[in-house]
């Protein structure tokens, strides 16, 4: 069984406009990180954010934790026809391994 | 630096015939996790190995084993192939297991049951 819970299963959005994506999971963890998949291909890492840290940023990607209530966003700012794929939150509970989410399938249009 | 390597990255098989996926980490990686992919389950995880020894291994049946070697190459076998077994296997090497660092992944093989 997956970890947590990622929302919205899809989103369709304009090049150039923002999309956010949330993800939820139910133990403690160390740290949780997002991941990008393109057409069934294999992951690419984003980020990772401690689970002491509150966000993070690299490039146009900003990222949330709120380990109160369990829940992180990934944020993509002026999105690209590029940034069209899956995202997957996974979170370290410090066993040796991912609990993936169920992912997010973004679409931007051109 | 070269990425993870997978092999083969398609494979057709027959139901009950056994098959073994190879995964060559990142050089200097000791951490090698594998994953099973499927449109119905998402992302499983299957075992993890570091320096030759199984830390943690997921909920899958007795036929799904794995094994690393002492250059930290790891293989995953599944032995009497079921159509259930057809997905996406990823492989993902760290350099210290996770808990500080990210995990990079290999672009899978695709194994269909056929």
């Known amino acids: 069984s997956q970890q947590g819970e990622e929302d919205p299963q899809a989103l369709s959005i304009q090049e150039g406009e923002n999309a956010t994506m949330n993800c939820s999971y139910k133990?403690?963890?160390?740290?949780l990180q997002w991941y990008r998949q393109n057409s069934g291909r294999g992951l690419v890492h984003l980020i990772l954010?401690?689970?002491?840290?509150r966000e993070k940023h690299s490039g146009r990607l900003r990222v949330t934790l709120d380990t109160s209530k369990k829940s992180s966003s990934l944020l993509i700012t002026a999105s690209r026809a590029a940034d069209t794929a899956s995202y997957f939150c996974?979170?370290?509970?410090?066993?040796?391994?991912?609990?993936f989410g169920a992912g997010t399938t973004v679409t931007v249009r051109a | 630096k070269a990425g993870v390597t997978q092999t083969p990255r398609y494979l057709i098989k027959t139901r009950g015939q056994q098959v073994t996926l190879s995964c060559s980490p990142i050089?200097?990686?000791?951490?090698v996790s594998w994953y099973q992919q499927t449109p119905g389950q998402g992302l499983q995880f299957l075992f993890e190995?570091?320096?030759?020894?199984?830390?943690n291994k997921g909920n899958f049946p007795g036929r799904f084993s794995g094994r690393q070697f002492s250059n930290s190459r790891s293989e995953m076998n599944v032995s009497t192939l079921e159509l259930g077994d057809s997905a996406l296997y990823l492989c993902?090497?760290?350099?210290?297991?996770?808990?500080?660092?990210?995990?990079?992944f290999g672009q899978g093989t695709r194994l269909t049951v056929v």
């Open positions: 954010i401690r689970s002491n840290e």
């Open positions: 050089s200097g990686h000791r951490s």
């Open positions: 133990t403690s963890i160390n740290n």
């Open positions: 993902a090497s760290s350099s210290d297991g996770l808990r500080s660092t990210e995990a990079f």
């Open positions: 190995y570091f320096s030759e020894t199984q830390r």
């Open positions: 996974a979170t370290d509970a410090d066993d040796y391994k991912l609990s």
